[in-house]
C-alpha cells in the first residue's frame, strides 16, 4: 500500500509568520504534489516535482515555495503567511508513465492563519 | 477559467438508489479521466477512471460513462449504501509531459438509509 504522510496534521499561526509543511513518500515515486482545497474550489496545485530538486508551478503558486529534498521528502513553506492561505493542504505522489496519473494522498495539515 | 466542471454540488440518495454525478470539461487535449474519493478527514482516493478511446469503464457498483464528443461524463453508484457518502472529484489530464491532473470542484453524496 502506497504510503504518504504529511506533517504536521494541524497548524496555527500569525500573519507574517513562517510556517513549513512536511510530506514524506515511501512509494519510490518520482512525482510529488502539494495542493490546497478549500470549499467552492476543490483541490488546486500549488507546486509539484519529478524527482530530487527539481520544482515545477502549479496553478496556485503565489505566496509558496516548495523544496525537494530527496525522492521521499517534499516541503512547502509560507515565508509570509496570509489568512487567505488558511486552507486544506494536501500532498501527493505518484509514480511514472501511466502510474503517473494515478495520485496517492496524504491526510492532510489544516493551516490556520490568524 | 475552469476547466474541469462538477455537477450536483450535492446530491442526496435513499439507500438502494442510483446516484449520478456529473462532470464536463473544456480542453480537447484531455485524455485521462479519474474520479477521486474522499471521505471527511482523509486525503482523496482514486475510485475509477477512464481513458478517452473508452466510452464505459466498470468497477463493480461504479461504472463511468464518457461522451468525448460533448465533453462530458458521469459517474453512476448503483446500490448506492450509506458507506458510499462521502465527497466525488472527477479530474482530467493529458498524456503531455507533466501529467498534471485538474480537478473539478467536487459532489458532496449523501446516501441515507
Known amino acids: 500500500e502506497a504510503a504518504v504522510t504529511q506533517s504536521p496534521r494541524n497548524k496555527v499561526t500569525v500573519t507574517g509568520g513562517n510556517v513549513t509543511l512536511s510530506c514524506r513518500q515511501t512509494n519510490s515515486h518520482n512525482y510529488m504534489y502539494w495542493y490546497r482545497q478549500d470549499t467552492g474550489h476543490g483541490l488546486r496545485l500549488i507546486h509539484y516535482s519529478y524527482g530530487a530538486g527539481n520544482l515545477q508551478i502549479g496553478d496556485v503558486p503565489d505566496g509558496y515555495k516548495a523544496t525537494r529534498t530527496t525522492q521521499e521528502d517534499f516541503f512547502l513553506l509560507l515565508e509570509l503567511a496570509s489568512p487567505s492561505q488558511t486552507s486544506l493542504y494536501f500532498c501527493a505522489s505518484s509514480g511514472t508513465g501511466g502510474g503517473a496519473r494515478w495520485l496517492y494522498f496524504g491526510s492532510g495539515t489544516r493551516l490556520t492563519v490568524l | 477559467q475552469q476547466q474541469v466542471r462538477q455537477s450536483p454540488q450535492s446530491l442526496t440518495v435513499w439507500e438502494g438508489e442510483t446516484a449520478i454525478l456529473n462532470c464536463s470539461y473544456e480542453?480537447?487535449?484531455?485524455?485521462?479521466f479519474p474520479w477521486y474519493q474522499q471521505f471527511p478527514g482523509e486525503g482523496p482516493a482514486l475510485l475509477i477512471a477512464i481513458r478517452s478511446v473508452s466510452d464505459k469503464k466498470e468497477d463493480g457498483r461504479f461504472t463511468i460513462f464518457f461522451n468525448k464528443r460533448e465533453k462530458k461524463l458521469s459517474l453512476h453508484i448503483t446500490d448506492s449504501q450509506p458507506g458510499d457518502s462521502a465527497t466525488y472529484f472527477c479530474?482530467?489530464?493529458?498524456?503531455?509531459?507533466?501529467?498534471?491532473?485538474?480537478f473539478g470542484k467536487g459532489t458532496l453524496l449523501t446516501v441515507t438509509p
Open positions: 479530474a482530467a489530464s493529458n498524456g503531455g509531459s507533466n501529467y498534471k491532473l485538474t
Open positions: 480542453n480537447s487535449a484531455f485524455d485521462y
